[in-house]
């Protein structure tokens, strides 16, 4: 969508809905100015819910995990592990049924940083539609967990920064 202050990428989901800007104009254009914003539909993401997905990257760390959330009350969807190891996790794809309600896609680094790693970028990009990915990092124990953030809209990668976050995530989350 181009507007005044740049070109924006607008996304509509079952699950959310986007509007983030993709480039900025060096001078201002001639159209209306858009307003640039993040918003799950069901409601922000519970502190419990929050809770429960740390609680998991802990209880499997050293080993990575995965899984990813869906509407209906943001219930935490296991998809089947293909392989796993402290280093890596492959999972299977999302059924193509269940892909509008995708809220999230949660995976973790055991030990690890939080960050998008090469995987992460093919994994992403194998077309589940439209999701926040999440890395989970520093699972050894939960105070100190890290997070890295992302919206994935069809293979396309963009980062979220710290106001989008802080739209539609509690406090806890956003750190």
Not at 6 to 16: C, N, S, W
Not at 52 to 61: G, N
Not at 103 to 122: E, L, N, T
Request: net charge neutral.
């Amino acid at each position: 969508m181009l507007a005044k202050q740049g070109l924006f990428l607008q996304t509509q989901t079952a699950a959310l809905d986007a509007c983030l800007p993709w480039a900025t104009w060096t001078q201002e254009m001639p159209y209306g100015r858009l307003r640039p914003g993040l918003r799950l539909k069901a409601a922000p993401l519970p502190d419990a819910l929050w809770q429960e997905c740390q609680h998991r990257a802990y209880a499997q760390c050293p080993q990575w995990g995965a899984y990813r959330l869906l509407t209906e009350g943001y219930q935490i969807h296991q998809t089947p592990v293909l392989e796993r190891s402290a280093h890596q996790l492959t999972d299977q794809v999302l059924d193509r049924p269940a892909r509008p309600s995708l809220v999230a896609h949660i995976h973790s680094h055991g030990h690890g940083a939080a960050f998008f790693s090469a995987q992460d970028d093919v994994a992403d990009q194998r077309g589940e539609g439209v999701y926040l990915a999440l890395v989970l990092g520093r699972c050894g124990a939960q105070a100190t967990m890290t997070a890295a953030w992302r919206l994935v809209v069809w293979g396309w990668l963009l980062p979220l920064d710290a106001a989008s976050r802080a739209q539609m995530l509690p406090d806890a989350i956003n750190g």
